[in-house]
């Protein structure tokens, strides 16, 4: 007779981690396997200037942008700051909108291969 098995994940997810996409990137940028010079070098950035961008200093205008983060993620292949976002905002929504969503976009896909 075989016994079921339950599995409790305890870590804490990355946006209960990080205040915000940035401060994940930033982390991010030191746990690669790849040393941060080389990201920065990557991104077309000297080190200075990536560092300069992730500390996001109000008293600095060299901020990071959203095209930065295109650009890490692209040079890194590092998806994961798309999956804090998601985390962070779409884990909010009620699964019923989203069911209902999802519904929406199924009978708008029917209608448009019925019109072929």
Do not use: W
Not at 2 to 12: D, V
Not at 41 to 59: I, V
Not at 84 to 104: D, G, H, S, T, W
């Amino acid at each position: 007779m075989e016994t079921g098995q339950i599995a409790l994940n305890f870590e804490r997810g990355l946006a209960e981690c990080y205040g915000t996409c940035r401060e994940y990137v930033a982390a991010r940028v030191h746990q690669q396997g790849k040393p941060q010079k080389a990201i920065a070098a990557d991104m077309d950035y000297s080190p200075s200037d990536l560092s300069r961008k992730l500390a996001q200093n109000p008293d600095d205008s060299r901020r990071f942008t959203l095209d930065d983060l295109e650009t890490y993620m692209d040079v890194t292949g590092d998806t994961k700051p798309v999956l804090y976002l998601v985390e962070k905002f779409l884990a909010k929504v009620n699964p019923a909108e989203i069911e209902r969503q999802i519904q929406a976009l199924q009978d708008k896909l029917a209608e448009s291969r019925a019109s072929r």
